[in-house]
């Protein structure tokens, strides 16, 4: 049976990842207007992140400017996809639970 | 570790599959891409129909553009200045062998379907037919068939 990922139960957290795993490279500031966090707070996340091997930082420039990009590395994504099927095992769960329950009689 | 309830896990799937859908509408966002990409093609057509002399350096001229159009869309640097901020490729999509020959198979339908008519009414510069076919179906249907190819890869 699938697993639940602790790192992965924090809401931010999953739609970084979710984010990253359709993705090969994203720019740091596409994935922060996306998950609508400010710098600093998406700068901890993806350290939190690269720290558990989650999501790989590559810095660089384009011009002068100076450029962030992240990846989910391999490690990250086969850990979403098990998180992804926990999930959909306790969605499914409660949903065939609540099929099997009989009507209440006194509900109109 | 507390397991989630069943609502939080729907809408921790909600999460997963919008991050997804906002990651492959951004990979087709950047129109102008497909227009100088169709126009690139088309005119390469034209040119070479019309001047056979300068065939050879219209092919080097084009494929320096596919070159270019390469490291546009696989590297970093690249994507970003040419305003795409992610980079969507087979290892975070992986396409089965089923949407591959799907992605191809307009192109070939519709080659097949031009040679036919250039041939049965045995037309005048069948090359550009090809050009402005293969232009518009750049142009106009490329990113369609891209978004749905990405958001069906997805689901797989």
Redesign the interface.
Same mark, same amino acid.
């Given at each position: 049976m699938a697993k639940l990922d602790p790192l992965l139960l924090d809401p931010t957290r999953l739609a970084i990842v979710s984010l990253l795993a359709a993705a090969e490279w994203a720019e740091f500031g596409f994935v922060r207007d996306s998950v609508q966090l400010s710098d600093s707070a998406l700068s901890k996340q993806a350290t939190t992140l690269s720290k558990n091997e989650y999501v790989e930082v590559r810095k660089g420039y384009v011009g002068k400017r100076p450029r962030t990009w992240l990846n989910l590395t391999d490690a990250g994504r086969s850990n979403l996809a098990e998180h992804i099927s926990a999930l959909q095992a306790i969605a499914e769960k409660a949903r065939s639970d609540g099929a099997q329950q009989p009507r209440d009689p006194s509900v109109p | 570790?507390?397991? #989630?309830t069943?609502e939080e &896990? &729907?809408? &921790?799937?909600r999460?997963?599959?919008?991050?997804?859908e906002? @990651? =492959?509408k /951004? &990979?087709v966002e950047s129109r102008w891409i497909w227009i100088v990409s169709g126009l690139a093609v088309f005119l390469y057509s034209l040119a070479n129909d019309l001047f056979p002399a300068a065939g050879p350096w219209l092919t080097w001229l084009l494929l320096a553009f596919l070159l270019v159009a390469v490291v546009g869309l696989r590297t970093? @640097?690249g /994507?970003? !200045?040419i305003g795409r #901020? @992610? =980079?969507? /490729?087979g290892?975070? !999509?992986p396409l089965s062998v089923k949407w591959r020959l799907l992605r191809i198979a307009p192109v070939l339908g519709l080659g097949i379907a031009v040679a036919l008519v250039v041939s049965l009414l045995q037309l005048p510069h069948g090359g550009i037919y090809y050009g402005a076919l293969a232009g518009i179906y750049i142009i106009f249907l490329s990113p369609r068939l891209q978004l749905r190819l990405?958001r069906r890869q997805?689901r797989d």
């Open positions: - | 570790m507390n397991e #989630p069943p &896990a &729907a809408a &921790a799937l999460t997963v599959h919008e991050g997804k906002q @990651v =492959i /951004s &990979a970093r @640097v /994507s970003t !200045l #901020p @992610v =980079i969507v /490729s290892r975070s !999509l990405l997805d």
